[in-house]
């Protein structure tokens, strides 16, 4: 520090130049000044030396001020996935337990409902696409092989693919208990698991961001396929809680044995039960939306 001085006396003269003491470094600073008349004559000013503890200081202030920006968009998109799981949507319900089930706000599979009876409803699903791989274990719900097959897929969506790209999120999960001839899906929402009669094997589906159509990018792990899943009709329940196989045994023969009364529709032969799972695992059970579907046709076809 140096103290201020009285420069009213002094009259700056063109060509003058004026040394200011530098830092302790020894460096010193110059400014050279011209008659400014309208005459065209300037007033030019030479750069001071910036010592290299100035510089750091300007080096860590820029990265700082980038820091912080580079914050503020991650906390907002933290904060819009986050606004996807905390304000949900729901479907429209046919009674107070489907009221209470709520959903990500994440795209899904497209459909439209034809009709709707007192224990399941009828729908048309339009195509779409998924990523699919065969579960380990003989149990379509075991929590270390579903966790192991899901694991599997997410890695596949978040980037592990040959476009390194990530991908959104989509609902619901499929599981799906299939015949040894499989069925066709496609990955969005849900998840998927389907089960392979004759191997006695499940195969858990994502549902692909219908952005991409078939133009995915293709998985870097050999036992993840993409499959297109074909325009269908479906005979869906929908439940709340947590998922188990038994569970899934008995509602499926309740909902085939309903079936069995539909004038309009009939089950498609050689269909197995699909497993639809739309939340995370944090979600409270009552809020849950599972579902389970069966393919139906036309009864007059």
């Given at each position: ?13 063109p ?43 300007s ?6 001020s ?58 048309e ?80 589906s ?27 009709i479906?005979?869906v ?6 998922v ?12 085939r ?45």
């Amino acid at each position: 520090m140096f103290p201020f001085c009285n420069l009213s006396p002094l009259s700056l003269q063109p060509g003058m130049v004026i040394q200011v003491p530098g830092k302790p470094t020894g460096q010193s600073s110059f400014l050279s000044v011209t008659n400014s008349s309208s005459s065209g004559e300037r007033i030019n000013t030479r750069p001071s030396t910036i010592s290299p503890f100035e510089s750091r200081i300007s080096l860590v202030f820029a990265l700082a001020s980038q820091a912080n920006s580079l914050s503020q968009r991650l906390l907002a998109d933290v904060a819009a996935e986050t606004a996807k799981y905390l304000v949900p949507k729901r479907f429209e319900s046919r009674n107070l337990e489907e009221g209470l089930m709520s959903v990500p706000d994440l795209e899904t599979v497209e459909f439209k409902v034809l009709c709707r009876r007192d224990q399941y409803e009828i729908r048309e699903v339009e195509p779409y696409f998924v990523a699919e791989t065969t579960m380990p274990g003989k149990r379509g719900f075991d929590f270390n092989g579903a966790s192991r097959s899901f694991n599997v897929l997410a890695e596949y969506l978040f980037g592990k693919n040959t476009k390194n790209e990530k991908m959104e999120m989509t609902t619901p999960v499929f599981t799906s208990k299939n015949q040894s001839d499989g069925v066709k899906m496609d990955m969005t929402t849900p998840v998927l698991t389907t089960k392979i009669e004759d191997q006695d094997k499940w195969r858990m589906s994502f549902v692909m961001p219908s952005k991409y159509g078939a133009n995915l990018p293709l998985p870097k792990d050999s036992s993840v396929t993409i499959k297109e899943v074909s325009r269908k009709i479906v005979a869906v329940v929908a439940f709340s809680g947590f998922v188990n196989d038994e569970e899934i045994k008995q509602r499926e023969l309740k909902l085939r044995e309903a079936l069995k009364s539909d004038s309009q529709f009939k089950i498609k032969e050689g269909t197995s039960v699909e497993v639809a799972q739309y939340n995370p695992p944090f979600t409270l059970p009552f809020q849950r939306r599972n579902e389970i579907a069966l393919e139906v046709e036309w009864n007059n076809k």
